[in-house]
């Protein structure tokens, strides 16, 4: 792109104020998983602290918590270790509506559930043994207040941590799934259309038999090949959608080989791996671009639908379509929300993706 095609792209690009906001919200939604671990209020790995004492509570639930001490103490970590994947919790936490300090005992009501407490007592030794024996510090090192705003799901855990710790997952997904998709599509249209002939014809057959069968189809049976797992899906979907790109990139290279300026290069003797990276390649940037971020969408849709099949990621790995499906259930209770959530988490960084994509092939729609 030159100078003038890019200002002529932003001037066109900037008047959709949609556009805007969703890359805007695309923008928020990285970096909540880039950072979801310091932003969750549950940071222990995979969001998966279980409190089944309180399952199933609705958003905006309060609750103290005693920590008692762990026998076993985890090692340990990183910094970069803990941004990847979290920190093992040091403490159990034991939910509670009352508390009681009295000289070197911890007196407190154990919530059972909603409606029943049952009392216990622990020495301050037992529960947290290095703490000072003065209450007012016993007090702010044993008992901590905490509030469930999404609520808590079936098992008791943190809603809103799972639905930052998923978004890492849907974000990953996108960004494999579509690395994959234009490389190879990318590569496999660009040697079809600018060679022709016999290398054209076996591309073409093989981007026609892929595309009469069904993408979710061809995903299951990917997965059942590679198995059930974190990175196995992403593997699936990425290797499922590239067909599109190369279809639409050959079609691009057909027209743009007989070019005069694709022409006039041959002449030159520059060499066929030359003229598609240097001369055809910068050509079909736009349309690559517009395809990444369909595909992108496209990408956490499947995701989605996979995990909520149960041959996606597998528990105890946080995904929305895994919270879907662990919630689904309850959309016909009292509870809707343990579902409705994710699903409109998962509509709101798809539809961003689906504007930015029009948005995209309209600023660089050079007809317009």
């Keep these: 792109m030159t100078a003038t095609h890019t200002t002529r792209f932003w001037n066109r690009f900037k008047k959709n104020k949609a556009a805007l906001a969703s890359i805007v919200w695309i923008g928020v939604v990285m970096l909540i998983a880039l950072f979801a671990y310091p932003l969750s209020p549950d940071d222990t790995p995979d969001a998966n602290n279980m409190t089944v004492e309180i399952a199933t509570m609705s958003p905006g639930y309060s609750c103290l918590f005693l920590k008692k001490n762990r026998k076993e103490k985890p090692a340990n970590i990183s910094w970069y270790a803990y941004l990847m994947y979290g920190a093992p919790s040091t403490v159990e936490l034991i939910p509670i509506k009352e508390y009681k300090i009295s000289k070197d005992s911890i007196f407190v009501q154990h919530i059972m559930d909603e409606q029943v407490t049952e009392p216990l007592a622990f020495s301050l030794e037992q529960v947290l043994p290095e703490t000072k024996t003065q209450s007012t510090s016993v007090e702010k090192d044993l008992i901590v207040h905490r509030t469930f705003y999404l609520g808590t799901d079936r098992y008791g855990r943190d809603m809103l941590s799972r639905l930052i710790i998923g978004t890492r997952v849907s974000i990953s997904v996108g960004f494999i799934a579509v690395f994959l998709s234009i490389f190879i599509g990318v590569l496999l249209g660009a ?178």
């Design 191 to 368: 040697i079809g259309g600018y060679f022709g002939g016999f290398v054209d014809d076996i591309i073409t057959w093989l981007i026609n038999v892929l595309w009469a069968i069904p993408t979710l189809l061809l995903v299951f049976s990917i997965t059942f090949v590679l198995g059930k797992g974190f990175w196995q899906i992403f593997i699936a979907v990425g290797c499922t959608m590239w067909v599109g790109t190369a279809r639409l990139i050959r079609g691009q290279v057909l027209s743009l080989k007989e070019m005069e300026y694709i022409q006039a290069a041959k002449v030159m003797g520059f060499s066929s791996m030359r003229i598609i990276i240097k001369h055809i390649l910068p050509n079909v940037l736009g349309p690559t671009i517009v395809m990444a971020a369909s595909n992108f969408a496209t990408a956490i849709l499947i995701e989605a639908g996979l995990s909520f099949l149960g041959i996606g990621v597998q528990p105890p790995v946080s995904s929305w379509g895994l919270m879907i499906k662990e919630n689904y259930n309850f959309i016909i209770t009292n509870k809707p929300m343990l579902a409705i959530v994710p699903g409109v988490a998962i509509m709101l960084i798809v539809l961003a993706f689906n504007i930015l994509g029009n948005a995209l092939r309209d600023a660089l729609d050079v007809k317009g």
